[in-house]
Nanobody
Framework: QVQLVESGGGLVQAGGSLRLSCATA????????MYWYRQAPGKQREFVAY???????AYADSVKGRFTISRDNTKDTLYLQMNSLKPEDTAVYYC??????WGQGTQVTVSS
């Protein structure tokens, strides 16, 4: 079992930035891949980005060039730096560990 707690969401104007954090109650070094997903109202949850233990990253096309995923194994924390935010980025953002464990989510709202 891996407990995940997201934070850092909020309300921001279009073009602004936010940094999400996902703290784990277990060493992130023991987790192979960590993910960010998001779910907008009335839509299915969708993949945003992942990062492996070795540092390999991948992004959804919709966020490529604007979002950066990173992990700090010394702090057992996953991050998502979100720049140039758009109203369509509005969603609840979730972190995930090894495709098995989910956090409770943090709301991101981008106003136009």
């Amino acid at each position: 079992q891996v407990q995940l707690v997201e934070s850092g969401g909020g309300l921001v104007q279009a073009g602004g930035s936010l940094r999400l954090s996902c703290a784990t109650a277990r060493s992130t070094f023991s987790i192979n891949a960590m993910y960010w997903y998001r779910q907008a109202p009335g839509k299915q949850r969708e993949f945003v980005a992942y990062i492996t233990r070795g540092g390999k990253v991948a992004y959804a096309d919709s966020v490529k060039g604007r979002f950066t995923i990173s992990r700090d194994n010394t702090k057992d924390t996953l991050y998502l730096q979100m720049n140039s935010l758009k109203p369509e980025d509005t969603a609840v953002y979730y972190c995930n560990a090894d495709t098995k464990f989910w956090g409770q989510g943090t709301q991101v709202t981008v106003s136009s």
